[in-house]
Each structure stands twice: as C-alpha cells, then as structure tokens.
C-alpha cells in the first residue's frame, strides 16, 4: 500500500475529511457552519469560511481570494451546513489548502500547552508572519524563539551560533538536523530591514525553519511529558494488577 502520511500536514485531506487543528484527530469529518465575503480591499473581495470539527466542535477559519463553490449537506444540532464542492478529477485536499491563504489558528495543530507560553506565542506568530508573506516579522520570530530558548535551557555561549552549538551538544537525544537548520536563520535575518534583506531566502526557506523549530520544541518539552505518563500509567495497571506491597 502507497505510503499516504504526507496527508497528515495537510489542513484538508478531502471534501469531507480534514485533520482538526484543535483535538489534533487525523483525518476527522468535518463540516462549513458558516460562510461570509467581504471587502478586503475596494477592488477585491474575500471568502471566510468557518469549518467546524465533528469531533471537537471547534471551529477553525480560513480566507481565500476565490469564492469556493460549497454543497448544503442539511443540517446539524439545528444549523445550516455545507461541504465544500470540488471536481473529482482533482485533488481536493491539496487543491483546498493551496485555496487558503490565511487560516486560524495558524498553526497547523494548536501548539501542545506543554510548551512555555512565550514559545508558543512567538512561533504561532512566525507562523502568521509567514502565511501573510512578512518575512521579516516571520524571521525575527524565529531568532527570538532561539533567544529565549537559550534562556530557559540555560545554553552556554555569548554568540547566536555558540547558544544553538551549546543547546545541540545539551540534547543529543535529539535530530543534530534539526539544531543545524536552525543555524542558517543567521543567514535570513539582517539589520538591514529592506526588501533586499534575504539575499535569496524565501518563504520555503523559512518555512524549513519554523518546522524544525517546532520538532525541536516538541522534543524537548512534549515527548518526555509523554514518555513520563506512558511510565505513570504501566505503573498505575501494575498496582491494579498486583496490589500495593505491604511492608
């Protein structure tokens, strides 16, 4: 069977299944509960579509320049709902997130709470930055990201290079890849805030960044929280199991 996990980085996998950005289920069903346009500019128009999770409930919205052509499905809990309507000969997943050029949250999946509220405010703004096309807010993000990261892991070094080289050698559990891209941010921000300031970097590049910024914060603060409560919870069925022993 062809290998299908490039679906799973996708907003919308298809016209009736997306992976929800708030209770982080794959390839849930989902629904539109409401749709607006309005003026973005005096000569252009834009789309909101606000798409609720069946399983969650939450409701997340996206923005496009291009009216997308939506199906009513009826109605569910008492409100109208719709479902987007895309021709079969196409991908409508890929088709759907490349329609969208804003969506909320910005974030792919809603950052894990685990994280320290400064990192994730900054990387969701980043995030933002980049999807709106403002690469230097997105690139000073990230930088600020890599400061405040050397704080709270206490990462040795005076210099940028010298933090991230310290918070490598501290975390080799960790994919060297990853601190290794992060170097390269140097390379895209400069003090000279200018429309020539990227020599070359683009939004992709960038995007490489914030991607690997987010695994690296992942593995540092998620999957040992993980690993601790896998860890609780075999403790827990071996207690039920065998008793608490008495001395």
Known sequence: M?????????????????????????HVSYSINAKIQFDWTDKKRCYAYFVRCHSCS?????????????????T??????????????IDAGEFLDNAFFYSVPTSFFVLDERIPKVLR????????????????????????????????EKAD???YDERIKSLKG?????????????????????????ENSYDGWSAKHLRIILAALSEVLHELYVVPALRDDRRKAI???????????KH
């Open 170 to 194: 501290k975390h080799p559990e960790i994919e060297a890849e990853f601190f290794d891209t992060l170097l390269t941010i140097q390379q895209v921000t400069s003090s000279k805030v200018h």
């Open 157 to 159: 070094g005076e210099s």
């Open 58 to 74: 939450n409701d997340s919205m996206h923005l496009a320049f291009d009216e997308i052509p939506t199906n009513h499905i009826g």
């Open 76 to 89: 569910i809990s008492g409100g109208h709902r719709w479902r987007f309507a895309v021709d079969d000969d």
């Open 235 to 245: 403790i827990n069925l071996k207690t039920e199991l065998v008793g608490t022993k």
């Open 121 to 152: 405010e900054l990387l969701t703004e980043a995030e933002g930055s980049l999807k709106s096309n403002f690469l230097t807010g997105a690139s000073a993000c990230a930088r600020k990201i890599v400061y405040e990261l050397a704080i709270l």
């Open 2 to 26: 062809a290998d299908q996990s490039h679906l799973d980085q996708r907003y919308f996998v298809d016209q009736t299944i997306y992976n929800c950005p708030f209770c982080n289920r794959r």
